[in-house]
Nanobody, 124 residues
Framework: QVQLVESGGGLVQTGGSLRLSCAAS????????MGWFRQAPGKEREFVAA????????YYADSVKGRFTISRDNANNAVYLQMRSLKPEDTAVYYC?????????????????WGQGTQVTVSS
């Protein structure tokens, strides 16, 4: 059974840090790419970061580049998103996703499996 479970969300002040974790099981972690997306109220789900299976290639949205870091631990089937210098506009539900082919790592349509999401709230 394929399953992605996010954790690590919470409430933090502007400028603070959080580390999100995604535990993957089944075929999800053997996917070509793992990604993080987020969705704020009233907005579409948007790309945040992604990382290839090898772990040596990663992608970031311009809005988080230099502040967020994606990484993966293949031995433990986990993907992480370290978030620093958080801003109120980072407030959203964050989703972990797995893409089988990984042709378009920034596109939600390229992902086959999704977690339930974890809430991140940044207070001003």
């Amino acid at each position: 059974q394929v399953q992605l479970v996010e954790s690590g969300g919470g409430l933090v002040q502007t400028g603070g840090s959080l580390r999100l974790s995604c535990a993957a099981s089944g075929r999800a972690f053997s996917s070509a790419v793992m990604g993080w997306f987020r969705q704020a109220p009233g907005k579409e789900r948007e790309f945040v970061a992604a990382i290839r299976r090898s772990g040596d290639v990663s992608y970031y949205a311009d809005s988080v580049k230099g502040r967020f870091t994606i990484s993966r631990d293949n031995a433990n089937n986990a993907v992480y998103l370290q978030m620093r210098s958080l801003k109120p506009e980072d407030t959203a539900v964050y989703y972990c996703a797995a893409g089988t082919l990984g042709y378009r790592p920034r596109d939600t349509k390229d992902y086959d499996y999704w977690g339930q999401g974890t809430q991140v709230t940044v207070s001003s």
